[in-house]
């Protein structure tokens, strides 16, 4: 069974910066896709940022230039969110997802994690 394990996130003053962390546990082969969506209250979920299995990485116009995400395939998987600069309108729960997980126990599923909670507020 495949779990996302996510750390980070809290309360931190507009211009500030702040680290997310996903971890996946369990035999995984390939995914697809692994990186962070959000949802402020009110709107919809989006995409923040998502690595590629490859390495490519893929950013929202909003974030773009501010946020990176970083991650390997090795044993450990695992994807990071670095947000620097950020605005009150980041505040969000910010979910890790990955996408299309071939591994032991799964064959081609998404995964969610729990969420965290990012205020951005003076």
């Known amino acids: 069974q495949v779990k996302l394990v996510e750390s980070g996130g809290g309360l931190v003053q507009p211009g500030g910066s702040l680290s997310l962390s996903c971890a996946a546990s369990g035999s995984i082969f390939s995914f697809t896709a692994m990186g962070w969506y959000r949802q402020a209250p009110g709107k919809q979920r989006e995409l923040v940022a998502a690595?590629?299995?490859?390495?490519?990485?893929?950013y929202s116009d909003s974030v773009n230039g501010r946020f990176t995400i970083s991650g390997d395939n090795d044993k450990d998987m695992m994807v990071t969110l670095q947000m620097s600069s950020l605005k009150p309108e980041d505040t969000a729960v910010y979910y890790c997802?990955?996408?299309?997980?071939w591994g032991k126990g799964s064959s081609g599923a998404d995964y969610w994690g729990n969420g965290t909670l990012v205020t951005v507020s003076s």
């Open positions: 997802y990955v996408e299309n997980l």
């Open positions: 690595r590629f299995w490859e390495g490519k990485t893929k």
